[in-house]
């Protein structure tokens, strides 16, 4: 629901997590029924909604969905205590190997070594959505 998601906001701000700039992140199920869901009903005001350049919105922070988070999730945080860290550039190779030259193909394969950390774990929100 709504309050729910505002509720995170407020777990946020109650661990002294700086609230401008946090990001709503979940799965593609969630955020389509987001924007069909009422703040309110029969208010025609949506819980996500669009700032009008194609970028997603709850509640006034910017939110977006992936196929990537787990299913039932959502996530609200503070995405600049998200640490990355890159060991070396990325390495680009032809796959010399296989029968892709008999086939008129050409497999590439790219790697890049990352450590990923959180600075500060209170700066993220978990929920657990049941759509």
Not at 29 to 46: D, H, M, R
Not at 75 to 95: K, P
Request: charge should be negative; aromatic fraction near 10%; proline fraction near 3%.
């Amino acid at each position: 629901t709504f309050a729910e998601l505002v509720q995170m906001e407020g777990l946020l701000a109650d661990d002294n997590i700086n609230t401008s700039g946090l990001v709503y992140l979940t799965t593609p199920t969630i955020g389509t029924t987001l924007k069909t869901i009422e703040k309110a009903t029969n208010t025609g005001q949506f819980v996500w909604t669009d700032n009008g350049q194609g970028e997603g919105l709850v509640n006034g922070y910017k939110a977006a969905y992936t196929k990537n988070m787990p299913t039932g999730t959502a996530l609200l945080g503070q995405f600049s205590d998200l640490l990355m860290a890159y060991w070396g550039s990325i390495d680009i190779e032809v796959d010399p190997y296989g029968d892709n030259f008999k086939k008129g193909n050409v497999s590439v394969r790219a790697m890049l070594d990352m450590d990923i950390n959180v600075r500060r774990p209170e700066s993220f929100c978990k929920l657990a959505v049941t759509v």
